[in-house]
């Protein structure tokens, strides 16, 4: 007799060993896609306050295996001296707080050529 879907899926969920190397990876991609959603309504959220200082945020990339937010901040952010303290006691806590596994918010528009100049502007 043949087994139905159901309790195929019902064996898995009873036995993990079962779970092939494709569902893990979907389990994974959902759980990125999931903080990278999170990731952008946090965004959304400080994005107005950046704003009114004349400045903005952008979600650049994260890496979810070390959990590195990668933003830019433009505007008068970009000469703004107090504009590491936006990221990091601003954006960075937040973030942290709203959305579990992400270790740091970096600015990639702190990188810097050899030349001393900012890579944007």
């Known amino acids: ?12 969920a009873a036995d993990p060993a079962g779970a092939t190397d494709t ?18 309504k946090v965004i959304a959220a400080v994005r107005p306050a950046v704003q009114a200082d004349r400045g903005d945020v952008e ?8 959990g590195v937010v990668e933003v830019e901040l433009k ?17 960075e806590r937040i973030m942290k707080d709203r959305v579990p596994g992400v270790t740091e918010v970096v600015n990639v528009g702190q990188l810097y050529f050899d030349d001393g100049t900012a890579v944007t502007l």
């Open 1 to 12: 007799m043949k087994e139905s879907p159901v309790a195929a899926a019902a064996d898995v």
């Open 23 to 40: 569902d893990a990876a979907r389990a994974d991609t959902v759980g990125v896609d999931a903080m990278e959603a999170e990731i952008a």
């Open 75 to 91: 505007g008068a952010c970009t000469s703004c001296p107090a504009s590491s303290q936006t990221l990091k006691a601003g954006i």
């Open 59 to 66: 979600l650049i990339s994260f890496d979810p295996e070390t």
